[in-house]
Each structure stands twice: as C-alpha cells, then as structure tokens.
C-alpha cells in the first residue's frame, strides 16, 4: 500500500484561528479520506477528497467548516476553521488499497483547541 | 441506520491470556469487515474479511466472519504487552456511497 504522512503531527491552537492539515502519499491514489477521532470516540468520515472535483462531505460537516483540497493524486489538504475546543480532535487521513475494500491510515494529528 | 457495535468496551487481562473481541453490525450492502489495532494515533490494519467461515490468520492473532448472524470476531492468544491497544472494527458499505463504518472500538490492557 502505499504510504501516508500528515503534518503537523500535533498543535495546540486558540479559539478562533485556523489550522490546515497536510496529507502525501508517496504514490498516486484516486480516492483519499479526512476523519476525525474525538476523545474516546471512534473515527467519523468527515469527506472524501478525489483529485479535480469538490470534496463529498458527511453528514453533520460542510465546506466551510472543513474546506478540502485535492491539487493532485499524491496531496491533500484539510483545514478546520473557526475552531472551538469541540474540535479538539485526532485527525486522520486514508486512502484505499487495491481492490478499494483495504483502507490505510496516515500517522494522524492530534489538535487541541484552547 | 447503518451501526458497527463492539464489545467489550474495555478488557484487563494478563500476559498469556487468550482474548476474544466481538463486532456485530446492521449495515446496508455489506462489503467487508476491516480489524484495525490502535496503539497511539493511527489505526494500522490486521485483517480484512469479506467471506464467512473463512478464518484469517496472522501470528497470535485470527479472525473470523459470519454473515449470517452479522458479527467476525478476533482472537488473541498468548497475550503479551505489546497487545495493549484499542482494536477498532470497521464494515463497508455500500449505502449510496461507499464508506466505512467504525465501531467505538475495545481498550485492552494486557498486564505482565
């Protein structure tokens, strides 16, 4: 499969800024995937991201809120805007293996929002 | 309402025990079953089961599905420390799209 990095791996950020999280995978994927982990809970998708069209959000998320990026088949952005401590989360992304039914996660980052 | 559900929330056992995880679900056009083990931040993959009765097998760790009564379950045996994670368990399905569906997932904490 191939393999994903995220950035930052963690940040600590206040109330009402911004902060946009970067996923690169090291080969070209078709589809990649934004969820998010809070505390103690299980990961929710929050959209898919395919390369040349607008992002598939989840019910409960939006483009305003989470705003995507999908420049080409190996990058992906995912910005969290406006944020409040409820979005204190682990955020991760994936992409599917061959077949599409494998999913590979990225490292993850963890964000607390103050 | 597609729903993965798993049990037990949270298992304490000790080194060498064997440990039995279940996931059950009522999803929409079921694809397959996924088994993640979560130590830090990301979930690394275990298995994947798309066929009922069909064990996988990886080491101290397998994993079965059956599709009739909607439930795969992982074993572990001869625990060890390194054990210690949250195991999530994952169906896809294709309700409209095809997505994922997690469960909440079980904390086990192997002591030595």
């Known amino acids: 499969s191939a393999v994903i990095s995220q950035k930052p791996s963690r940040d600590i950020c206040q109330r009402g800024t911004s902060l946009t999280i970067q996923c690169q995978v090291d080969s070209q994927v078709t589809m990649m995937f934004w969820y998010r982990q809070q505390p103690g809970q299980s990961l929710t998708l929050i959209a898919t991201a395919n390369q040349g069209s607008e992002a598939t959000y989840e019910s409960g998320f939006v483009i305003d809120k989470f705003p995507i990026s999908r420049p080409n088949l190996t990058f992906s952005t995912l910005t969290v805007s406006n944020m409040s401590p409820e979005d204190s989360s682990i955020y991760l992304c994936?992409?599917?293996?061959?077949?599409?039914?494998?999913?590979?996660f990225g490292p993850g980052t963890r964000l607390t929002v103050l | 309402e597609d729903k993965v559900v798993q049990s037990p929330l949270s298992l304490v056992v000790h080194e060498g025990d064997t440990v039995t995880l279940n996931c059950s679900y009522e999803?929409?056009?079921?694809?397959?079953l996924l088994w993640y083990k979560q130590e830090k931040k990301a979930p690394t993959f275990l298995f994947m089961l798309?066929?009922?009765?069909i064990e996988k097998k990886s080491g101290r760790l397998s994993s079965i599905l059956d599709k009739k009564e909607l439930f795969s379950i992982l074993n572990i045996t001869a625990t060890q420390t390194g054990d210690s994670a949250i195991y999530l368990c994952a169906v896809g399905a294709t309700s409209g799209t095809y997505k994922y569906i997690f469960g909440t997932g079980t904390r086990l904490k192997v002591l030595a």
């Open positions: 999803v929409t056009n079921f694809r397959s």
């Open positions: 798309t066929s009922s009765g």
């Open positions: 994936s992409h599917r293996g061959g077949g599409l039914d494998t999913q590979y």
